[in-house]
């Protein structure tokens, strides 16, 4: 089965700061990996995906995001925080279809919470 | 407008009792999901959808049954609440290959 680790449930910057938000995943085929973004009250709302094209892909709101398929890794980042940008971040990975899998079935990570300070 | 609507955002009821948690989208998506979202544990799959009368369990389906006798409309129901079932539902929609629309969830509370 798959797993999606998001290490840090809880990180803290400074308005300006870089953001770093790490995931690593596990699974037996390339998977298709995704960062979703939930405000609060809402539902979430999709950041950027991989879906094994370009290993660097770009997001909304100036996010992006860096698969290595050597660590199992997809970290978010963002040169310069803004306050807009606190949040709880969800890390989700699907199977790659490509490969047999499903790419429906998303399986999330626990989530990390962005705060930004001024 | 086009988008996906669950329906009550609140409901509190009590243990024993049945409920049942509204979707609708306007998409005509294919695939249909149910998330439940606890702290600590991030969103977890409960049941999902892959047409109309096709359904399937996910990762924590005890509890609850879902149906799909249209393609637009999911409904989650809990037959016989429990405490443990209290938590934050979200339903979620996409299309094929496409990633996942959500819903602004239902909060429900068994007391």
């Known amino acids: 089965a798959q797993s999606v680790t998001q290490l840090g449930s809880h990180v803290s910057v400074s308005e300006g700061a870089l953001v770093l938000l790490r995931c690593n995943y596990s699974?037996?085929?390339?998977?298709?990996l995704f960062w979703y973004v939930q405000y609060p009250n809402q539902g979430l709302q999709l950041l950027l995906k991989?879906?094994?094209?370009?290993?660097l892909v770009k997001g909304i709101n100036g996010f992006e995001a860096e698969f290595k398929k050597s660590e199992t890794s997809f970290h978010l980042t963002k040169p310069s925080a803004h306050m807009s940008d606190a949040a709880e971040y969800f890390c989700?990975?699907?199977?790659?279809?490509?490969?047999?899998?499903?790419?429906?079935?998303?399986?999330f990570g626990k989530g990390t919470l962005l705060t930004v300070n001024p | 407008d086009a988008g996906i609507t669950q329906s009550p955002r609140y409901k509190i009821t009590e243990t024993g009792r049945q409920v049942t948690l509204m979707c609708h989208q306007t998409?005509?998506?294919?695939?249909m999901f149910w998330y439940r979202q606890d702290l600590g544990h991030g969103l977890r799959l409960i049941y999902y959808?892959?047409?109309?009368?096709?359904?399937d369990k996910g990762e924590v389906p005890d509890g609850y049954v879902v149906s799909r006798s249209k393609t637009e409309n999911f409904p989650l129901t809990l037959e016989s609440a429990t405490r443990s079932q209290t938590s934050v539902y979200f339903c979620?929609?996409?299309?094929?290959?496409?990633?996942?629309?959500f819903g602004n969830g239902t909060r429900l509370t068994v007391t």
């Open positions: 998409w005509s998506h294919s695939y």
């Open positions: 989700a990975v699907s199977e790659d279809p490509n490969s047999g899998g499903s790419n429906y079935k998303l399986t």
């Open positions: 979620a929609s996409s299309g094929t290959g496409g990633p996942l629309h």
């Open positions: 991989y879906t094994s094209a370009a290993t």
């Open positions: 699974s037996s085929v390339p998977p298709y």
């Open positions: 959808s892959a047409a109309a009368d096709i359904t």
